[in-house]
Structure formats: structure tokens, C-alpha cells
């Protein structure tokens, strides 16, 4: 074997080298930026959650309950000036359209029994 030969072939050797060198290189590096990201990630789910939870105790019924029954607030509870009566005549407009309402029910509830089953089927297996 001459020497101009073992030395082409060290050359393609270390070449090879270096290149697998600096692939494994690389996958560290992207592992390394990919434990990056997911403590990023991570970090953003907890902010998201943190945040939730916040705006939640916040429409709670206790703080809201607390908002309005401190001396300090500005929301008041109605009284009785504020309040709208409706007339009797409208009410009873209603209870006649309620009871026509219930007596079609009625007739037509009738129809179904005559076509309804007595018994409920059951499934028996074959022998």
C-alpha cells in the first residue's frame, strides 16, 4: 500500500469524523434549545393557570357578595321606588292562555294513550 493512499484514506476518515462529530453536535444543541422551550411552556401553563384561577375568585359570589356589601361601594340594592307593579288584568290574560294551553295538551295526550304499547318489550334469547 503506498503512502498516498493511506493518507487519502485517513483524510476521508477524519473527514467522516468531523462530520459525525458535528452532527452530534447539533442534537445536543437542539435537545439543549428544545428544554429550553419546554420550560418556556411550562412556565406559560402555570401563568395560565394562575391567571384563570384569579379572574374565577374574582366573578366568585363571595367577592362579588363582598363588593356589594361594603360601605364604601357604590352598588346599592333596589328599594322599593324602583320596583315596577304590573296590573292584575295582564296576569289573568295569562293563567286563560296557560289553562287553553294545558287542555290541548290534554286532547292530544289522550291520542297517544290509544296508540301506546301496555308492556315494554324485552329481548329473550333463542335457544
Same mark, same amino acid.
Given at each position: 500500500m503506498k503512502i498516498s493512499h493511506a493518507i487519502r484514506i485517513m483524510f476521508f476518515v477524519t473527514l467522516l469524523s468531523l462530520i459525525y462529530i458535528n452532527m452530534q453536535m447539533q442534537i445536543y444543541d437542539l435537545a439543549y434549545k428544545g428544554k429550553i422551550?419546554? =420550560?418556556?411552556v411550562k412556565q406559560l401553563k402555570e401563568s395560565n393557570g394562575i391567571?384563570?384561577?384569579?379572574?374565577?375568585?374574582?366573578?366568585?359570589?363571595?367577592?362579588? =357578595?363582598?363588593?356589594?356589601?361594603d360601605e364604601n361601594s357604590e352598588m346599592k340594592f333596589l328599594d322599593k321606588s324602583q320596583i315596577i307593579r304590573l296590573p292584575v288584568a295582564a296576569q289573568r290574560k295569562n293563567n286563560n292562555?296557560?289553562?287553553l294551553a294545558k287542555e290541548q295538551e290534554n286532547k292530544f295526550n289522550s291520542w297517544l294513550n290509544i296508540f301506546s304499547l301496555k308492556s315494554e318489550a324485552e329481548a329473550r334469547p333463542q335457544h
Open positions: 422551550r419546554e =420550560g418556556i391567571s384563570t384561577y384569579n379572574i374565577l375568585k374574582l366573578k366568585s359570589a363571595n367577592n362579588l =357578595g363582598c363588593l356589594l356589601l292562555n296557560v289553562a
